[in-house]
């Protein structure tokens, strides 16, 4: 099965991030994801700038959410992605659900 099946499967959606992209639009995407679907979800990033929105993105969406007492934390890898036909080096953070 590969890696999207598997995703697929446990019904994580994935956002992908870039050094432009509005933190608090994608916090809010996360927040959405989350309480919607109640599924934990992951977020990549390639370069310092995309991986300082998504930091700020987890953060934002994890106030919105507390006051409904679900709180995010993340585990961070690194995965390998396919740009323009160059093998990049991603980080992937998988952003985990817990209810309080």
């Known amino acids: 099965m590969s890696e999207e099946e598997q995703r697929e499967e446990r019904k994580e959606k994935v956002l992908r991030v870039s050094g432009g992209t509005d ?3 994608l916090g809010a995407s996360i927040a959405h ?3 919607k679907d109640g599924h934990d979800c ?3 990033s390639i370069g310092a ?3 300082n929105q998504a930091e ?3 953060i934002t969406a994890n106030g919105i959410l507390s006051r409904q007492g679900i709180y ?3 585990i961070p890898s690194f995965v390998s992605r396919v740009v323009d036909g ?3 080096n ?3 953070r998988k952003v985990l659900v817990h209810r309080l």
Request: proline share 0%; net charge positive; with cysteine.
């Open 23 to 25: 933190c608090h639009r």
């Open 33 to 35: 994801v989350v309480a």
């Open 42 to 44: 992951i977020i990549e």
């Open 49 to 51: 700038g995309a991986g």
């Open 56 to 58: 700020k993105a987890v």
């Open 72 to 74: 995010l934390s993340i």
């Open 86 to 88: 160059k093998e990049r």
């Open 90 to 92: 991603a980080i992937q």
